[in-house]
């Protein structure tokens, strides 16, 4: 048991890689309060996990949200050791060329406002608890923070992103709260959801033929699932393990540059 005692808050937990690493953390010993947008989802984890999870339902771009799910924690487990930011969606790899002005900028600002901002507002609301704990921030970034060809402009721009938010987070909250990332490749079991403002409501990212794709992008030649990826964000969350971390940003993609020419 690597978590024993130990409390996470997981945005994003209801489904895909997020409710991956709840089970892990819960598996590992935890208590883990998810929060995320979708109640039916979390609804699913509580009924399978029972009284080592709560859910708060609320959105990644509100800081009220972001603040009652801090809260709600503490209320419920007494402290908080571990935030993973997670909750994302995927702008299905549209390109800049065939999108319209209009939907452009709506589809800028419900994307950077998802995948960036919640990120950071999630980090200002557990600041204080983690402060308090000595603990770790944990986000999930992407092949795309890294590598073109894993989103569009806008997707790829805001997994950057992330990237440098946590470089300056590392910097800035030393010695007393870590934070690092990992960066997956293509997940299956995800939900990932796309842009309304693209036209892309209706798409279904379980209905993508990920093993195929992958088998021809990675190296390793095959597609990992969500659980696959989980035992990363054990180890950030664990400090017996991970004490010199801080500002990295682990490669989890199944080689996806290890390709050479
Ligand atoms: P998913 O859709 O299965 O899970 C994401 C969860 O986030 C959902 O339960 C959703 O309800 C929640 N969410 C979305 N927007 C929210 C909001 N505004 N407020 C609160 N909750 C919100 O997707 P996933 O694939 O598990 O994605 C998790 C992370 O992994 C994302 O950051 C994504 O960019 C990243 N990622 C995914 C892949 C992939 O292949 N699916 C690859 C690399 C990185």
């Given at each position: 048991?690597?978590l024993?005692?130990?409390?996470?808050l997981?945005?994003?937990?209801?489904?895909?890689?997020?409710?991956?690493?709840?089970?892990?953390?819960?598996?590992?010993?935890?208590?883990v309060?998810?929060?995320?947008?979708?109640?039916?989802?979390?609804d699913?984890?509580?009924?399978?996990?029972?009284?080592?999870?709560?859910?708060?339902?609320?959105?990644v771009?509100?800081?009220?949200?972001?603040?009652?799910?801090?809260a709600?924690?503490?209320?419920?487990?007494?402290?908080?050791?571990?935030?993973?930011?997670?909750?994302?969606?995927?702008?299905?790899?549209?390109?800049?060329?065939?999108?319209?002005d209009?939907?452009?900028v709506?589809?800028?600002?419900?994307?950077?406002?998802?995948?960036?901002?919640?990120?950071?507002?999630?980090?200002?609301?557990?600041?204080p608890?983690?402060?308090?704990?000595?603990?770790?921030m944990?986000?999930?970034?992407?092949?795309?923070s890294?590598y073109?060809?894993?989103?569009?402009?806008?997707y790829?721009?805001?997994?950057?992103?992330?990237?440098?938010?946590?470089?300056?987070?590392?910097?800035?909250?030393?010695?007393?709260?870590r934070v690092?990332?990992?960066?997956?490749?293509?997940?299956?079991?995800?939900?990932l959801?796309?842009?309304?403002?693209?036209?892309?409501?209706?798409?279904?990212?379980?209905?993508?033929?990920?093993?195929?794709?992958?088998?021809?992008?990675?190296?390793?030649e095959?597609?990992f699932?969500?659980?696959?990826?989980?035992?990363?964000?054990?180890?950030?969350?664990?400090?017996?393990?991970?004490?010199?971390?801080?500002?990295?940003?682990?490669?989890?993609?199944?080689?996806?540059?290890?390709?050479?020419?």
């Amino acid at each position: 048991m690597k978590l024993q005692d130990q409390v996470a808050l997981v945005t994003g937990g209801g489904s895909g890689l997020g409710r991956a690493i709840v089970e892990r953390y819960v598996g590992e010993g935890a208590r883990v309060a998810i929060f995320d947008r979708s109640q039916e989802r979390i609804d699913e984890v509580v009924k399978e996990l029972g009284d080592r999870v709560i859910g708060i339902v609320g959105d990644v771009r509100e800081m009220d949200d972001n603040r009652r799910a801090v809260a709600e924690c503490v209320r419920a487990f007494g402290k908080l050791d571990t935030l993973v930011g997670n909750a994302g969606v995927w702008d299905w790899s549209k390109s800049l060329v065939s999108t319209e002005d209009d939907a452009l900028v709506a589809a800028f600002d419900e994307m950077f406002a998802i995948n960036v901002k919640g990120y950071v507002l999630a980090a200002k609301a557990a600041l204080p608890e983690l402060y308090k704990s000595r603990g770790q921030m944990i986000f999930t970034a992407s092949n795309a923070s890294f590598y073109p060809g894993g989103g569009g402009v806008i997707y790829t721009a805001t997994k950057h992103a992330v990237v440098g938010m946590i470089k300056q987070m590392a910097h800035e909250f030393a010695p007393h709260v870590r934070v690092n990332g990992v960066a997956p490749g293509g997940i299956v079991g995800s939900n990932l959801a796309g842009i309304g403002a693209l036209g892309q409501a209706g798409h279904k990212f379980s209905e993508l033929p990920l093993n195929d794709l992958m088998k021809q992008m990675l190296p390793l030649e095959r597609a990992f699932h969500a659980r696959e990826y989980a035992g990363a964000y054990v180890f950030f969350a664990d400090r017996r393990d991970n004490q010199p971390a801080t500002g990295s940003v682990l490669n989890f993609d199944g080689g996806i540059g290890m390709r050479g020419f």
